[in-house]
C-alpha cells in the first residue's frame, strides 16, 4: 500500500521549521563553496569587460585611421589637380593677349597656391592624427594582450576551484531542491527574502543563550517560550530571521552544572556543622 506524500500545507509547524533548517544548512554549505572561489569570478568579468572595451576602442580608433587615409588621398588628389591648373595657368602666361587675362591667370595661380597650401595643411594634420591613433592602437592591443593573459589564468583558477567541488556542489543543490519542494511558496519566498537581506546568508538561526544567533539581539522570555511551543513561526523582532530552538535544530546543548554546585553547597555545609561543634 503507497504511503501518503505529506504536502507543504499539511506540514505541522515543527516539520517545517526543522525542513527550513535543513534546507538553510544546505545552502550555507553552497555559499561556503562559492566563498572558497573568492573574487575570482568578479575578476574574471572585469577581464572580460575590460577586454571587451579594449577591442571595441580599437576598433573604433582603426575606422577613424581608415576614414583619415581616404581624407588623405582625396586631399592629395585635391593638391595635384591645383597643381595641374598652376602648371596650365603658367604655360599660358606668356601668350596672352592683354594685361586682363594676364591678370586673371595671375589670380587663378595665387587662388590655386593658396588651395595647395591648405591641402598641404590637410595631410599633414591627417598624418600627424593617424600616427598619434596608431600608436594609441598599440598600446591598446598590447594592453588587451596582457589583459588576456591575465584573463587566461584567472579562467583556469576558477575553473579547477570549480571542478574541484563540483560533484559536491551538484549534489547539494539537487538537495535543496528537494527540499524546496517541501516547503509552501510564501513560506519559502519569505525564508529566501530573509536570507537576501542579511550579510552571511542566515534565514533561520537558533536561540542561543537567550539571544538571537544572527543579530545576537536579546529575545524576551515570553518569545523564547513561543519559539519551543513550535505552535507557529516566530521572527527576531530586530533583524527578522526565523528563530528555531536548537533542540528542535537537533544541536545539542552544554548541560548546567548543577551537581557540581550541590556538591560545592554540601562540603560548605559540612564545614559549617564543623565549625559550630568545635565552637561547643
Known sequence: MATKQTTPTEMTVEEKLKTLYDLQKVLSRIDEIRTIRGELPLEV??????????????????????????????????????QTVIERAQANLDNVANSREYDSLSKEI????????????????????????????????????????????????????????????DRLREQAKVLEE??????????????????????????????????????????QLDVLMHKKIIVCEYCGRILIDPELAGIEQPKPQVEEKKKTRKRATSRTVKKTTEAK
Open 45 to 82: 568579468q572585469d577581464l572580460s569587460d575590460a577586454i571587451e572595451g579594449l577591442s571595441l576602442r580599437i576598433s573604433k580608433y582603426r575606422e577613424e585611421m581608415s576614414q583619415i587615409n581616404t581624407s588623405i588621398a582625396k586631399w592629395k588628389a585635391e593638391r595635384a589637380q591645383a
Open 110 to 169: 595665387e587662388y590655386q597656391q593658396l588651395e595647395i597650401q591648405l591641402r598641404d595643411k590637410r595631410i599633414n594634420e591627417g598624418q600627424a592624427h593617424y600616427t598619434h591613433l596608431e600608436e594609441e592602437v598599440d598600446q591598446f592591443v598590447t594592453e588587451r594582450e596582457e589583459r588576456e593573459r591575465d584573463l587566461d589564468q584567472k579562467k583556469q583558477e576558477l575553473d579547477d576551484i570549480i571542478s574541484e567541488n563540483k560533484a559536491e556542489e
Open 182 to 223: 517541501k516547503i509552501e511558496p510564501r513560506l519559502l519566498m519569505a525564508f529566501k527574502r530573509i536570507r537576501k537581506n542579511t550579510h552571511n546568508g542566515l534565514g533561520i538561526v537558533t536561540v542561543e543563550r537567550d539571544a538571537c544567533g544572527g543579530c545576537f539581539a536579546k529575545i524576551p522570555p515570553q518569545r
